[in-house]
C-alpha cells in the first residue's frame, strides 16, 4: 500500500486538531501495515505552484513561457504523479470560512487533470483513478450539523472533487466544535482520534 498524506494546516501538530488526527490515522495504520510506504506533502512547506497567468496555459498544454515557468509545470507533474502513485490518500485540513484552506485548492487544482485523472466522453465525464480511497481529517470552528450544514461546503466539495477523478471510497474523520475550546473541543478531538485508530485497523 502506498500512502499520500496531505497536510493543509500551517500551525504545528501540537495546536491543530485536523493534524493530530492525521497523525493517529497515519500512526495506527503504520502499526496495521508495516509494509505501506508513506508519502507527505505539506502544503505550507513544500512549494504547490498557484495557477497564474503565466502557468495556467502551460497546465493546459500550451510550452511554457519561460524556465521559471517550466520550472513550476515540472513540479506540478511531480505533484500529480505522487498522487497517481499512491493507493490511499489522506487529507488533513481545517475548516477556514466554511471551505479549505488557500493551499488545498491549489493542491486539488494540481491533481485534477484532463487526461490524467479525468476525461471526457460522449456520455459525460469520466473519472480515470477508481480504485483509490481517500481519508479526509478534517476541524472546524463551528458544528455544522441540522440547519447549519449547509455552511460546510468544504467536505461537499472535497468529494465532488474526488468523485469527479474516480475516488468514491471517502471516510471522514471530523473535529467539530473547535472554537468552543476548553473541555469541548479536546472531547470532540478524542473521538475524532479514537474514531482515526478504527478506521486505520480496518484497513
Known amino acids: 500500500m502506498k500512502v499520500l498524506r496531505v497536510l ?11 493534524l493530530r488526527i492525521e497523525q493517529a490515522f497515519t500512526a495506527a495504520l503504520k502499526r496495521k501495515r508495516p509494509e505501506a510506504a508513506f508519502t507527505t506533502i505539506d ?16 497546465f493546459f498544454g500550451a510550452a511554457p513561457a519561460d524556465k521559471e515557468t517550466e520550472r513550476k509545470r515540472a513540479r506540478q507533474k511531480e505533484i500529480l504523479d505522487q498522487f497517481l502513485a499512491a493507493d490511499l490518500l489522506v487529507i488533513a485540513t ?16 494540481t491533481i485534477l487533470v484532463a ?15 477508481s480504485g483509490k480511497k481517500a481519508v479526509l481529517c478534517i476541524a472546524s470552528g463551528g458544528v455544522y450539523e441540522g440547519a447549519m450544514a449547509s455552511l460546510d ?7 465532488t472533487q474526488l468523485g469527479f477523478i474516480g475516488i468514491t471510497d471517502v471516510t471522514e474523520l471530523r473535529a467539530p466544535g473547535q472554537g468552543s475550546g476548553g473541555e469541548k473541543a479536546a472531547a470532540s478531538t478524542a473521538a475524532a482520534i479514537a474514531k482515526a485508530q478504527e478506521v486505520a485497523a480496518a484497513f
Open 8 to 18: 493543509a494546516n500551517p500551525k504545528p501538530v501540537e495546536q491543530s486538531a485536523s
Open 153 to 159: 461546503t468544504l467536505a461537499p466539495m472535497l468529494k
Open 43 to 58: 502544503l505550507y512547506r513544500d512549494e504547490i505552484p498557484l495557477l497564474d497567468a503565466k502557468l495556467l496555459p502551460a
Open 94 to 109: 481545517p475548516m477556514w470560512n466554511f471551505n479549505g484552506p488557500p493551499m488545498l485548492k491549489a493542491f486539488m487544482d
Open 115 to 129: 487526461g490524467k485523472t479525468f476525461k471526457y466522453t460522449a456520455t459525460g465525464p469520466l473519472g480515470l483513478v
